[in-house]
């Protein structure tokens, strides 16, 4: 059984980002990936534009939409535009493209992939990890990096990311067709859901549409809320699969690493707990773990923690004020739609978060104390 340097499981976006960079550096690296390859995800799909710089390659062919507006609504109506344009525009892909895409750029540097697979069993012997897969298939590898998503049960184990896990519930929806949701436009629904919103992302040929809540542990009447929703944007409101999950969102900040492994993306409960965002964290955490754990595996024991640093420091600091955004948003709703979406000032202010030029923590502070003065 030959030794690899890293053993990523989970071939998503953060797997692949942190398999390209550390296969670029020279490394031995093997990914196990447990869905067969053109599997559609349910994700919205939306990227900030600004994660090209963590790549030496272009993004563009797994982009399917450049959003230049945002177009904000209450229960259908009240609407706000949020113009892209001055800034860094807003990327739409589809998951299942971007991480294929991702992944071959890995491929093309020297990293392994294998799928479909699974990891049923994980070990940390002396100074290696030992994997038994699925199908009875052992690995040895130096290093460890734990990048299958939500469901996976590896963190807990290892006690990485948050002890008390708290989650968006979603149910998305991929329609085949544009309606009459406009080329270069996104749309986001505020009044219709629950402690949450809706969103339609054009993709190539098609939308994704979605349905979100931030607090509690189930969406009430899922399908009411598409019912309003998808003849909206011009469809039949039995249009298109309905697929729910339970994403992880950040939840404070935690340890992601541990002796030789660290968890990455979703794993590592890294989405955004105001607009679900996820993307970005994933690729940030995958390039910022291979960037670390590139100096661990040439012999800086401290790089681990730098990389849980890195995050707090980068992702982290600004999560910290979007939990408390959203906390305070989903509760009072129309006064935050009001106050936050309708002033004057908030579609540039949007349109930069969205694009990644500007974090949570620049207007947290006055956005709070706002929504909170109004309800007093």
């Known amino acids: 059984m030959s030794t690899r340097d890293v053993l990523i499981i989970g ?17 031995k690296v093997t990914v196990i990936e447990k869905k067969s390859t ?25 982009v399917d939409e450049v959003i230049n507006k945002v177009e904000f609504s209450w229960c259908l ?9 001055e800034t860094s525009p807003f990327w739409i892909v589809r998951r299942e493209m971007l991480d294929c895409y991702l992944m071959n750029q890995a491929s093309l540097e020297g ?13 940390r012997e002396k100074d290696s990890w030992q994997i038994t897969c699925s ?37 998305s929806v ?38 979100g809540t931030f607090i509690g542990r189930e969406i009430a009447d899922s399908q009411k809320i598409l019912d309003k929703f998808l003849p909206d944007l011009g469809f039949d409101p039995n249009d298109g699969e309905r ?15 541990g002796e030789g492994v660290v968890a990455i993306g979703d794993a ?13 964290p994933a690729l940030m955490s995958g390039c910022n773990a291979a960037h670390f754990l590139n100096r661990w595996l040439k012999g800086d024991n401290n790089a681990l923690a730098s990389y849980t640093q890195c995050m707090q420091k980068d992702w982290g600091a600004s999560m910290a004020w979007g939990s408390r955004i959203a906390q305070v948003f989903y509760r009072f709703p129309k006064v935050g739609y009001q106050l936050g979406i309708k002033r004057p000032t908030a579609p540039e202010r949007i349109a930069q978060i969205l694009s990644g030029e500007m974090s949570y923590g620049d207007i947290a502070q006055r956005v709070i104390k706002r929504l909170l003065f109004q309800n007093q």
């Open 11 to 27: 071939g998503g976006a953060a797997g692949a980002s942190a398999a390209f960079h550390l296969a670029k550096a020279g490394h």
């Open 38 to 62: 053109n599997t559609i995800k349910a994700c919205g799909g939306g990227m900030a534009a600004s994660v090209q710089r963590l790549f030496p390659f272009d993004l563009s062919p797994a």
């Open 77 to 85: 109506d009240d609407r706000v535009v949020a113009d892209l344009a």
């Open 111 to 123: 990293a392994e992939l294998l799928q479909p697979l699974s990891a049923e069993k994980i070990e």
């Open 135 to 171: 199908n009875g298939k052992q690995f040895e590898s130096r290093s460890l990096v734990i990048a299958n998503g939500s469901k996976s049960q590896w963190p807990r184990k290892f006690g990485l990311g948050p002890k008390k896990q708290k989650h968006a519930v979603t149910t």
């Open 174 to 211: 991929r329609l085949n067709g544009k309606g009459n949701l406009k080329g270069g436009s996104a749309r986001f629904e505020f009044g219709l859901v629950h402690h949450g919103f809706a969103w339609a992302f054009p993709i190539a040929n098609g939308v994704n549409v979605g349905v």
């Open 243 to 257: 697929k729910h999950s339970n994403l992880r969102i950040w939840n404070g900040q935690n340890v992601l690493h």
């Open 268 to 280: 590592a409960s890294l989405c955004d707990p105001f607009l679900a965002e996820g993307i970005r």
